[in-house]
């Protein structure tokens, strides 16, 4: 079988450390999404979450939206926030149909019990509806600062089952990470995952420059380590949580770290001070390092 390949921009080495980087959007941000595409290379992955409380039709919209805009749409979805098969078949046609998506992302979901019969990512990739739609890359979660519910093996062993369960059906795994604060936390468990025989690009997740207690809130929520050391290496003190923070102390960790070991990887922001906000810190950045 062939190998799957992953579109847009992994056929081509980064020229820079925020070259070819992706973005997060919720479906109430087609407003900031339009306000900050002029700072956006065209085909630019954007996640599309799948959050509580909103109507599919406003998460197709937004999906419509980054399409419309030049970009490369890639929806979420929450498998335990899906009430039957029926809901997650229909709201992946309507986003292949209006968004021509091509890319999906799967998560477990916050809740503890699902709302209908997917209990975890693995449940959606395994009714092969993905493949029937056309879609040619589906990403899964990686968590190299821990996740709340899994020991270390555990989350090893699903983000390869996952992988594999995704190539097998003829579609490309990509692993986008949590975001993090500790550069060599994440450096380490990319080394951990290609010695583990993954190789599968990689997009690290980076929180966009926000302020203190929202990073740390946002931290919190997803069970993001956030020591003291790490806080400190980011730029952030426990004591002093009426600043902003921005991610630059960590990309330039990162990009001092990353080296062939590390296999295949970009930068996935995550707009928690928002996504203006943060698409200038990118260029700003870039201006920088050239």
Not at 118 to 130: H, Q, V
Not at 178 to 196: H, N, P, S, Y
Request: proline share 8%; aromatic share 8%.
């Amino acid at each position: 079988m062939t190998k799957p390949v992953i579109h847009p921009n992994w056929g081509r080495a980064p020229d820079g450390p925020t070259d070819g980087f992706s973005v997060e959007i919720t479906a109430r941000d087609i407003a900031s999404l339009r306000a900050a595409a002029p700072g956006m290379p065209i085909d630019t992955p954007v996640a599309v979450t799948f959050l509580p409380g909103e109507a599919p039709e406003a998460r197709i919209a937004a999906t419509k939206a980054v399409r419309d805009l030049g970009f490369e749409p890639m929806p979420h979805f929450s498998a335990r926030r899906i009430a039957s098969q029926d809901e997650f078949e229909t709201y992946l046609r309507s986003v292949v149909r209006e968004a021509s998506v091509r890319r999906c992302f799967v998560v477990a979901g916050d809740p503890s019990e699902p709302a209908g019969p997917f209990a975890d990512s693995s449940a959606l990739i395994a009714t092969g509806a993905f493949e029937r739609a056309g879609i040619r890359a589906i990403g899964v979660g990686g968590h190299p600062e821990g996740h709340p519910n899994m020991s270390a093996e555990q989350r090893w062993t699903v983000l390869i089952q996952k992988c594999a369960e995704v190539e097998r059906r003829g579609m490309a795994p990509l692993v986008v990470t949590q975001f993090g604060f500790d550069a060599a936390a994440i450096l380490t468990w990319l080394k951990e995952l290609r010695r583990r025989g993954v190789d599968a690009p990689v997009r690290v997740g980076v929180p966009g420059p926000a302020g203190v207690k929202i990073l740390l809130r946002f931290a919190a929520r997803c069970g993001v380590g956030a020591s003291a050391s790490a806080l400190s290496k980011y730029g952030i003190s426990i004591t002093q949580l009426l600043g902003s923070a921005g991610p630059d102390a960590l990309v330039d960790a990162l990009v001092r770290g990353l080296g062939p070991e590390h296999g295949p990887v970009r930068l996935h922001f995550y707009p928690f001070g928002g996504l203006e906000k943060t698409v200038e810190w990118i260029n700003n950045y870039a201006r920088r390092r050239r």
